[in-house]
């Protein structure tokens, strides 16, 4: 069998957990000592996140950049978990050398304490599927999973090994989906907290035509299936520290 072949196959094989589903669970040991996934972090949200390698300069920047950030998405009742197939003394190794040695943008003196898995088996990063041959046989994609507090997956972001993540897209994807869950909306396009959000569309005829006669005093229908709502940001209750 060729070795395109396969690669094939075992792309085939490779299982991504879909949104909806809930989160494989693991045990690991971390920087921050053992974890037991997700039992660990009930009530909370999750950002489970993987990258290729220690000592690489894409997911330097982005390990400085979450770290930067650690105290917005805690706001969010939100906490984050790395992963790489890199031994535990490289994880340690590597987040030091940060620390000390490495000054990106604004950055400089960046202590990392959020948990960074190591998974030199593999085996989580094959649960999530961060594993793809097409990319690295040996080395994570740039997976993020978004885990709401009942540890069920609500969203899936994957990026290339060789382009950094946009940080602020993840973070405004959790208070959007913190604030569908909330308010039993939608969110537009684009949509930024304090903008407007989406009324569900109505599931009946009936509805539909007592939306166009009849409209709520504080939504306005664009159609019968697309109505529009203001939701102000200090509703949502975030902190000063999550502002987008």
Sequence with gaps: MTTASNNAETAAAVRIPLIGETAPAFKAHTTQGPLDFP????GRW???FSH??????VCTTEFMTFATMMPEFKALNCELVGLSIDSHY???AWLRTIKEKI?????????VTFPLIADVKM?????????????SDTQAVRAVFLIDPKAKIRAVLYYPL???RNFPEIKRLLIALQTSDQFGCATPADWQPGEDVIVPPPGSCGTAKARMEKPDPDAYALDWFMTFKKLP?????????SKP
């Design 46 to 48: 999750v950002i489970l």
């Design 103 to 111: 000054r990106y943008k604004d950055m400089v003196n960046v202590e």
């Design 123 to 135: 085996d989580v990063a094959r649960a999530y599927g961060m594993v793809q041959p097409g990319a």
């Design 90 to 92: 490289a994880h340690i």
């Design 233 to 241: 940001r200090e509703r949502l209750n975030l902190s000063s520290a």
């Design 162 to 164: 060789s382009n950094g």
């Design 39 to 42: 039992k660990d972090y009930e």
């Design 52 to 57: 290729p390698a220690d000592f690489t300069p």
